[in-house]
């Protein structure tokens, strides 16, 4: 499950667990479908265990671990056998974005730890805008130079619709001030000038020094 994925992208390198990149290949293998899809859980067990199509930002460890893995180990052989299940899943997302802002918009859980509304439809774009850079990277890695340069293209035209759709000029914030939407916003480079990005940077270290973390 998502909740899992960061964890399990530091693991997958440890020494103590030296076949994890190759047994989360095999998972995913086992549970894709035909268009690119993934369950919330694996093995799916069906409801109410998750839901199939599964939340984005769950689903994007897809993506998420096998690139940690390759930054973490160098080892091109693990992420190539990564890559075609990675890619569907990011392309499953893309030809689901949303007509009016052209972003994934559907999702279950959204920041989820937050004791503050973060909306999820803000958490699953940036899932997928992250997933976009991942596989971006991944590519050229894999000599794959015209696919990365299709996402290159993508994740400009993702991260300036995220921006239009969630960014307050008048405060200066990203998703209505949230910690966590002014911390998605520096981790995507969404903040389309420097002059933008500092303030944003500004707000969030405000915020958690006003009210701690998770605010």
Avoid at 56 to 82: C, F, H, N, R
Avoid at 133 to 153: H, K
Avoid at 207 to 213: D, F, I, L, M
């Amino acid at each position: 499950g998502g909740g899992s994925s960061r964890p399990a992208c530091y693991q997958c390198c440890s020494r103590a667990v030296p076949s994890f990149g190759c047994n989360w290949n095999g998972v995913t293998d086992d549970f894709v479908d035909n268009i690119g899809s993934l369950p919330d859980v694996m093995p799916y067990p069906g409801k109410p265990f998750g839901g199939w199509p599964g939340d984005p930002t769950w689903g994007s460890a897809a993506a998420e671990i096998p690139y940690q893995s390759w930054k973490m180990s160098g080892d091109l052989v693990a992420l190539a056998k990564a890559y075609p299940q990675a890619k569907a899943f990011v392309d499953f997302l893309t030809r689901h974005l949303d007509e009016r802002s052209q972003l994934v918009s559907f999702g279950y859980y959204g920041d989820w730890c937050s004791d503050k509304d973060t909306s999820v439809p803000a958490v699953s774009a940036y899932s997928h805008i992250l997933a976009v850079s991942r596989i971006e990277a991944m590519a050229r890695a894999l000599g794959r130079n015209t696919e990365a340069t299709v996402y290159a293209t993508l994740h400009s035209k993702l991260k300036r619709a995220w921006h239009q759709a969630y960014y307050d000029p008048a405060t200066g914030s990203y998703v209505r001030g949230t910690q966590t939407g002014n911390a998605l916003a520096l981790v995507i480079g969404a903040a389309p000038t420097a002059l933008i990005q500092r303030a944003v940077a500004q707000r969030l270290a405000e915020n958690v020094s006003k009210h701690g973390p998770n605010s």
